[in-house]
T-cell receptor
Framework: AQTVTQSQPEMSVQEAETVTLSCTYD???????LFWYKQPPSRQMILVIR??????QNATENRFSVNFQKAAKSFSLKISDSQLGDTAMYFC?????????????FGKGTRLSVIA | DADVTQTPRNRITKTGKRIMLECSQT?????MYWYRQDPGLGLQLIYY???????NKGEISDGYSVSRQAQAKFSLSLESAIPNQTALYFC???????????FGPGTRLTVL
């Protein structure tokens, strides 16, 4: 079974600074997708970024980027120039395309607080 | 208008009551999912449907049932609610050829 581990239950960062959230996963598959979702206090689940395992280039979306280390099964999220609106729970998630079993497996989340 | 909507947004009910949570989407996606979120546990999959005639159990389906009334509608039922079903419930959708799931705003359910 696939598992996703987020080892940092809580983190904080000063506004305008950079922070990195960690995620590791366990799978024997070679083709898969990885995601970071953000859940602000409004509780909406918002897609932040997505990475396909077959792509060597790390995904980026504006201030958000990932460090995907396939051999180490690591998928960390870097937030640059942190803003107060980045305060949220962040979930790492894993999917095997068309697995027909458990389509998306989530980690337990990291609560990020951005401090003014 | 939101692409994925859930009703109700909040619900308080009593033990033993039957309750239905509804999800509708305008994204035209074939695949729909129901997740449950408990504090400190992330999201866990309850049921999913890859098309109108396809229903599959997730990792925590006991005590729940679903109905896919149409491509755009997927409802979750608790036949006899119990207090440990108090949680935040999310509906999500994805395209047949896509793998990104898009979530509704969630329903906070409290069972007394």
């Amino acid at each position: 079974a696939q598992t996703v581990t987020q080892s940092q239950p809580e983190m904080s960062v000063q506004e305008a600074e950079t922070v990195t959230l960690s995620c590791t996963y366990d799978t024997s598959e070679s083709n898969y997708y990885l995601f970071w979702y953000k859940q602000p206090p409004s509780r909406q689940m918002i897609l932040v970024i997505r990475q396909e395992a077959y792509k060597q280039q790390n995904a980026t979306e504006n201030r958000f980027s990932v460090n995907f280390q396939k051999a180490a099964k690591s998928f960390s999220l870097k937030i640059s120039d942190s803003q107060l609106g980045d305060t949220a729970m962040y979930f790492c998630a894993f999917m095997i395309p068309d697995s027909g079993n458990t389509p998306l497996v989530f980690g337990k989340g990291t609560r990020l607080s951005v401090i003014a | 208008d939101a692409d994925v909507t859930q009703t109700p947004r909040n619900r308080i009910t009593k033990t033993g009551k039957r309750i239905m949570l509804e999800c509708s989407q305008t994204k035209g996606h074939d695949r729909m999912y129901w997740y449950r979120q408990d504090p400190g546990l992330g999201l866990q999959l309850i049921y999913y449907s890859f098309d109108v005639k396809d229903i599959n159990k997730g990792e925590i389906s006991d005590g729940y049932s679903v109905s896919r009334q149409a491509q755009a509608k997927f409802s979750l039922s608790l036949e006899s609610a119990i207090p440990n079903q108090t949680a935040l419930y999310f509906c999500a959708t994805s395209a047949r050829q896509g793998n990104t799931q898009y979530f509704g705003p969630g329903t906070r359910l409290t069972v007394l």
